[in-house]
């Protein structure tokens, strides 16, 4: 058994408490004494990139990660070329925000296709022109492999060995991955993979959210509280540490249970949550 | 690409006419000329085993598998027992019913444990019993592993590695594993296990259905009709051929929307899919 963590490495994602707008959550973490956010580009393109990017610099906190790019595996060259570029601002926005972490999901088959395959090469063909422009610009591209039940709608790169295979064709300070374990906790072969990730400089974040049943229709909303679900965060944890990953740990819960909720309150929940669990 | 597949491999798993009668299903088949089925234990118990096995006989069906054994994750010693003794009946029926392999389902995580791997060592326990069970009257046990979204409430084993991971420990005319599409679609270590059940011959049973969007609540009943989804069957076969199985391929999809329908128009249906798509 690994020591209990660290509060310090909480970082939550503002998808946990999706309620609040970005001065309620710089707020609320000043008063939990949270110092790390995880933030998505919807709300903040809301309220301003710039202006976020001066809210979490004037309130102190620190944006472990920008959630998302991605979504490159279309074929037709005019969608291809409007996904690079979409992908172009989300490192400009990560850059803005401060954050060296822009996370990528990939993208499920195109309608009519069946061709996982060659529908992940088109993922490698993007990351390729997408690596040195974050380069450039001092972002990483992380690579979050998604539970295989988001396979053909979502995401084509299924397990943190895939995302690896497609990460490990660029530099690592270019191309990473992200373990989260909601997506992952399944897969015996884990634990290998993310020290493998550690190995080659790839573990660029991790997050955490806990496996719950029944799932809801539709299946992107049933992320459990930590705690609620049979994760066992306390291992992951202990893998990635092993894997050299010093960094923070974001709790990235989508829950309308928890949306419903005050905002407060989930936070403080989360926090404790992350001190017992993580 | 392989060539088209013999219309005389198919095999219906009842389930996929869950709307019909075991007489009505027979009937249906021999209307189709479909010459063999999979059969389920709750309805082949309902109806009496010694004549659900006679009417498959004077019928001219072959049972090509029967579901489900399993559910072997339990701690506690009496559920254990009980889940053992479950199981020696299902090998039971399968022998009465003339066929030689009984599909597992290999039970989720018990309430309040986050142990898959000590879940995973209980199933090999079981196997451990069941395996001389079986074999003394000809009988094969099939592990099927799940989709992943199943790995907490109903199969730990999640992949045909970890299937095989179980099955090797054992020999192969006890203990194999099934290959469902459904399940194992998005994998894309898949093919090298196939080769690896087939060459050591373990490759017992092989199940199509189809991968649809969005998955209902629950996701238990989400399968679609072979050609509705995204699922490349042509390359499973190719696969499965490869490996040296020559058996039957079983169609097994519960949708509620198929059970709505006439089950002649359904079976009809699922005959013409499996000609164009397997």
Same mark, same amino acid.
């Given at each position: ?9 909480l970082?939550?994602?503002?998808e ?9 959550l ?12 995880g933030?998505?580009?919807?709300p903040?393109?809301e ?29 037709e060259?005019?969608?291809r070329a ?21 996370? +990528?999901?990939? /993208?499920? @088959?195109?309608? =009519?296709s069946? %061709?996982?395959?060659?529908? !992940?090469?088109? $993922?490698?063909? &993007?990351?390729a ?5 974050a ?27 895939q995302?690896l295979?497609?990460?490990e ?8 991955v ?15 993979q993310?020290?493998r990730?550690g ?13 719950i ?7 992107? +909303?049933?992320? /459990?509280? @930590?705690?609620? =679900?049979?994760? %066992?965060?306390?291992?992951? !944890?202990?893998? $990635?540490?092993a &894997?050299?990953?010093?960094g923070?740990i ?23 949550r ?5």
């Open positions: 058994m690994s020591e209990p963590v660290q509060p310090s490495r970082s939550v994602n503002q946990t408490v999706k309620q609040w707008s970005l001065p309620e710089a707020e609320g973490c000043a008063k939990e004494g949270i110092g790390a956010v933030l998505w580009r919807a903040v393109q309220y301003g990139v710039e202006r976020a990017a001066r809210l979490m610099r004037d309130t102190g906190l620190t944006v472990t990660s920008l959630c998302r790019g991605g979504f490159l595996t279309d074929i060259e005019a969608s409007r996904a690079l570029d979409d992908n172009r601002a989300a490192v400009d926005e990560a850059a803005a925000l401060g954050t060296d972490t822009l996370v +990528l999901v990939s /993208g499920g @088959l195109p309608p =009519g069946k %061709d996982l395959v060659g529908a !992940r090469e088109r $993922v490698a063909d &993007a990351l022109v997408l690596g040195p422009y380069e450039e610009r001092g972002v990483r591209l992380a690579i979050e492999p998604l539970h295989p039940m988001f396979a053909s709608d979502r995401c084509v790169v299924s397990t943190l060995g995302a295979d497609l990460a064709r660029f530099p690592a300070h270019q191309v990473g992200v373990v989260d374990t909601y997506h992952v906790w399944w897969d015996d072969l884990a634990p290998a993310i020290a990730a190995q080659g400089g790839r573990l660029h974040a991790f997050q955490l959210a806990d496996w049943t029944p799932l809801p229709a539709g299946v992107l +909303l049933g992320r /459990g509280q @930590l705690g609620d =679900g049979c994760v %066992d965060f306390r291992a992951f !944890r202990a893998a $990635v540490d &894997a050299g990953h010093r923070p974001e709790v990235e819960i989508f829950n309308e249970g928890l949306w419903a909720r005050d905002g407060g309150e989930v936070l403080r929940e989360t926090a404790e992350f001190r017992a669990h993580a």
